[in-house]
């Protein structure tokens, strides 16, 4: 989470979300009906906010612009970035990124400046600039893994599925080695966090925020933030209150501001307060601000955000208090309307109110991508609803009061809630990815328009945008420990959602995580099927990625798992992903002994023609292990399956083999023979390619035993096929 919403300088925030006044005029009286498990309720109208919070008007808070402070601290850290480092010095280039620290409490407005710096450095690094998070709700540290995944994707780079962390960090640093790019790592809890993103890149430059410093990481230039200057807190105040009352009245908004103890964070909820009061002045403000209860233990560090912060909530309404309380449920910190209508069970159209509302009072830092709809609009399609996080210096503060406020049994109804709209808008997402006309696209249809996606492309890009929130919030599901129906419902939903619009390459990372909870759920809930799916699964996956051996032991658990619950499908998918696993590894006789206990199970079954692939794999693996005998028998025993099926073009292409495995073994007259033979056969198939390689393998044949002539005339009819029957 970051600070920047309310600890920013930049004043007012310039993608402020729907102010009161705005929504007053609205006829949304009552909740609309889009989802079953909503609860009918609409939160009241936030207190109408003066002048500036009008669009459009002067000093509009869309309008108004400016960076109040931190200059000093501006120059200091552009004057960093040319100073020479201590490589430099000692005459080598430096091996490493330069790394630039902004150390300050949350609240201190460390983001904001981040940000500006940002700004001010982004046209000297073509390769643009890469954000991170490293500190996720409830003030959890983020996954470095995950961090370096989604860093990857951003610079458009492959990482293997179920990769460890140290290699998607090394991975990372290789995709940076060369570029020319800023890396913005936010709220980062530490040095440990910081490390192993950074890159071997002397060209790039990372910005760390943090509350301390990066101790172990050599050659850090740090910029420690403390309170604005009375100057600049006055300026913050009558930004967001307007100028009038701040001027008539000087003396008292310097008492404010140290009231607030020179931090943006509390000075941007206490100027939001004000102007949404026209007709209070700066010493009702402060007056107001002192009648804040603290508690005992309270440092005195952490009252004057505590302070604003209490004061904002205590004059919200009722239900647009609990609404903010449980924006704290959100997956992943990222909050929009749907998501805030579910938890909080009202209407969109009433959760998009109270979001923009909570934005302009500066409780919430809205997030641009340059595609939402307007926030007045009442029913945007899904994909453009603008989105939202709570500010990473308020978590702690609304979490204390969600624990105050809700009983555990309201929150875990206000999180089914959540999970529940979540599944339907999936749904809906991946019947976008279907043919217009369809019957999945027909029940979509059915759907509130709230649940709609306009498009195929609309639904991709919400899932695009909302794919970190999505898996934290099937991650959400399986640690309640008591939602395992509704997770369950989640996850194999957002599976089927990725293969439709990503397809089985780009969604493996994800899906390697999702069958992962799927495991834990089953093991948790003794559900030995789903068990023995998901690790064959992940044992897939694994595989693709080079994993051999860590595959072949999740296959053995899924075999165990099926063969406790007498699932046939299960063992024999798990005995014959074993024999492929052995062979990848080239340990020919397990290999067989795998695709043996599996043929065993197939005959038993009565699945011949199965049965009739198992040969040929054995009969492959022999080949390799050259134990020509035995590879001819299982040869010779997939052609007469396929023959009593009345498979021809498999009777023909396991004579064929037959035919390849006796030149192996130094009998070129019976391979001509069946050669021969198995081509006789390919023509009752009518399989004109088969013909043509049947042919081909006759010429060399030929060619073998000295009869060149003979050879001239297979080579030309095989080739001649093979222009009629192009792959």
Request: aromatic letters at 2%.
């Amino acid at each position: 989470m970051t600070d920047q919403a309310v600890g920013g300088e930049h004043l007012p925030p310039g993608t402020a979300g729907v102010p009161a006044a705005a929504a007053a005029g609205r006829s949304d009286t009552g909740p609309r009906r889009d989802d079953a498990a909503a609860r009918p309720a609409v939160p009241a109208p936030l207190p109408k906010p003066a002048t500036p919070f009008e669009r459009g008007g002067p000093g509009s808070a869309r309008s108004a612009t400016g960076f109040a402070g931190r200059r000093r601290e501006l120059k200091e850290l552009r004057a960093d970035i040319a100073r020479a480092g201590l490589d430099t010095l000692s005459g080598r280039k430096g091996a490493r990124s330069r790394v630039l620290l902004i150390a300050g409490r949350p609240g201190s407005g460390r983001t904001a400046l981040a940000e500006e710096l940002l700004r001010e450095l982004a046209d000297g690094y073509p390769d643009g600039v890469l954000r991170a998070t490293l500190t996720g709700p409830g003030a959890r540290p983020a996954d470095t893994g995950r961090t370096a995944r989604d860093l990857l994707a951003d610079l458009g780079e492959d990482a293997p599925p179920g990769a460890a962390d140290d290699e998607l960090t090394e991975r990372l640093r290789a995709a940076l080695a060369g570029r020319r790019a800023l890396l913005f790592l936010d709220d980062a809890p530490g040095a440990d966090e910081v490390e192993p993103l950074l890159p071997d890149a002397p060209d790039c430059l990372v910005l760390v925020v943090s509350q301390g410093p990066l101790t172990g990481i050599p050659d850090v230039r740090p910029c420690a933030l403390g309170g604005l200057d009375s100057t600049a807190c006055v300026e913050v105040l009558a930004r967001y209150a307007g100028p009038t009352r701040i001027t008539v009245d000087p003396r008292t908004a310097e008492s404010v501001a140290e009231i607030c103890g020179g931090q943006p964070a509390a000075l941007v909820l206490a100027g939001a307060w004000l102007a949404a009061r026209p007709k209070s002045s700066v010493a009702d403000l402060r007056q107001a601000l002192d009648a804040v209860p603290l508690p005992d233990d309270l440092p005195s560090g952490a009252r004057p955000l505590f302070r604003a912060f209490h004061l904002a909530h205590a004059a919200l309404p009722p239900t647009a208090a609990r609404i903010l309380r449980l924006i704290t449920l959100a997956p992943d910190g990222l909050v929009d309307a749907q998501i805030a209508s579910a938890l909080a069970g009202c209407s969109v159209a009433a959760a998009a109110t109270a979001l923009g509302d909570f934005a302009a009072l500066g409780l919430l830092r809205p997030l641009s991508s340059g595609d939402e709809a307007d926030p007045g609009t009442r029913t945007p399609d899904a994909a453009l609803l603008p989105r939202y996080r709570l500010p990473g210096c308020l978590d702690a503060l609304v979490r204390e009061l969600l624990r105050e406020h809700e009983r555990p049994a309201e929150i875990q109804l206000a999180r089914a809630r959540m999970l529940e709209r979540t599944v339907r808008l999936l749904q809906s997402c991946r019947a976008m990815g279907e043919p217009d006309g369809s019957p999945a696209r027909r029940q979509v249809a059915a759907l509130p328009r709230s649940l709609r996606f306009s498009s195929p492309s609309a639904a991709a890009q919400w899932l695009r945008s909302r794919r970190g929130a999505l898996l934290d919030a099937a991650r959400i599901a399986v640690a309640d420990g008591e939602l395992d129906t509704l997770d369950r419902r989640l996850m194999a939903a957002l599976t089927r959602t990725l293969l439709a619009h990503r397809g089985p390459k780009a969604a493996a990372p994800d899906l390697y995580a999702l069958h992962g909870l799927v495991l834990k759920v089953a093991e948790r809930r003794g559900l030995a099927r789903e068990q023995a799916a998901a690790l064959l699964n992940l044992a897939d996956l694994d595989g693709q990625a080079g994993r051999t051996a860590q595959a072949a032991a999740r296959y053995r658990g899924a075999l165990e798992a099926a063969r406790s619950v007498k699932d046939p499908v299960a063992t024999v998918r798990a005995l014959e992903s074993l024999g492929e696993t052995y062979t990848e590894l080239g340990d020919w006789q397990r290999a067989a002994d795998w695709f043996g206990r599996a043929l065993e199970l197939r005959l038993a079954r009565g699945e011949a023609g199965a049965a009739a692939r198992l040969h040929g794999r054995i009969g492959g693996v022999y080949v390799c292990a050259g134990r020509w005998g035995e590879a001819l028998k299982e040869w010779r025993a997939a052609a007469r399956t396929h023959r009593r099926l009345g498979e021809t073009a498999g009777q023909a292409r396991a004579m064929g083999e037959v035919a390849r495995v006796q030149e192996r073994a130094g009998r070129p007259e019976e391979a001509l023979r069946t050669c021969l033979e198995a081509l006789e056969t390919a023509r009752k198939a009518d399989d004109g390619r088969l013909q043509a390689t049947l042919q081909l393998r006759i010429a060399d044949t030929l060619e073998r035993l000295g009869d060149p002539a003979a050879a001239g005339v297979h080579r030309a009819v095989g080739e001649r096929l093979l222009e009629d029957h192009p792959e």
